[in-house]
């Protein structure tokens, strides 16, 4: 019989112990492990063209016109449906995706290191917000700024990366991530504090590293007005550290929660890599102006990651000012928080939230918990529309779904208690 | 039954939302909890209790 109580601890001692660190940039294909040319990774659990859903058909197609594949939406929807593209999650590749998360191979992408554990997790540079690829946009200028980042934006980070890491001053996410929760955020719908803290860590590397005054005023206007820019960083931090917690013979705690627009996927630590999944919700979301209910998409996005970690609808207690955006009000965002510590296998020694006296945030998700009081995450999320082409249609609250978790319980008491 | 006739009921709801909202339009004291039964089978729920230690 096991000891679970023994495993969740371990796996939860070896999330908090994660110490993740950017330690680079690089193209995708020369960079993460497994990335091959005519292959586009993606969020959530795996996919094939015909269930995608309309964001994720809309970011491929994108991808493919950035890649060079295709010159029109048109061609470029017929290469993904003719089976030469390979579709693989994301999480397959140590990487992460938020919305869409289509990774190309010639996309710049961040490198995070666990310098507790020695892993590395991959993601790909922030948009930004509205008709953007990871929403399913795919227009014209969809494509020249995906160009526009790799051309102008990545060389100024990827040599102010470099800079740092040189000089022994590799940016710390964690640290970033526990003040960021004390400036206002929960990093997954609210980045603005991250990513100040980012760009005021990197600054002096930029500017010590960049002779073009030009070229460095366009990427602090572009990093400035994209509140969301660490969101990504934040999310390959959080990947770094679950997969150290992962493979705990005897753990029921959760590693990976994902959504591709279709499905809702989750991995449990003493489950291996195995997906379960099930029908992704709906989210409630505030829409934007001009859009209804009935054009949001399903759930989608890497970026379920935020709450796995700790943090995001977890941690909404500490981002009252994120109801403007998402809905509710700031009571209700607490009472998120406090909910989720009846599903969590622990609290966090780094990550505080100063409106709950500093306690630390509800960490390490528990399966069995989930099943046994019907109580599931909630996310804050971000809602794309669920045609091809449309971008964001609000941002707003869901629940993960319980059928997966179900399933989870199921194998988990299949397994343990066959031994 | 007279006290309850005299002062109005007041009302504990357990569950469906919509039935404590129809109480407070008659703006009669109600309190709600918000339960739904369990979502797992009582087998699974058994299982589990046996991984967790108990009978």
Redesign the interface.
Known sequence: MIDLEKANQEALSRLLAAQPLIVGMGIAKETVPGMKDKMLLHAGPPLTWETASGPIRGGVMAACMYEGWAKTPEEAEKLAASGAIAFDPCHHHHAVGPMAGIMSPSMPVFVLENRTHGNKAYVTMNEGLGKVLRMGAFGPEVIEHLQWMEKTLYPVLKAAIEHAVKKGEEPDVKNMIAQALHMGDELHNRNKAGTSLFLRTLAPHMVETCTNSAQLAEVFRFIDKTDHFFLNIAMAAGKASLEAAAGIEGSSMLTVMARNGTEFGLQVSGLGDRWFTCEAALPDVLLFPGFTREDTNRDIGDSAIMETYGVGGFALAAAPAIVQFIGGTPKDAANYTLEMYEITAGENSMFTIPALNFRGTPTGIDVLKVVETGITPVLDTGAAHKEPGKGQVGAGIVRMPMDAFLKAAEAFADKYLSE | MKKLLKEGPKVVNIGVEQFYLDVKTQKAEAIVWDW?????SAD??A??K????GN
């Open positions: 739904k039964p369990p979502a797992a699974l729920l299982r589990l046996r991984i967790k230690g």
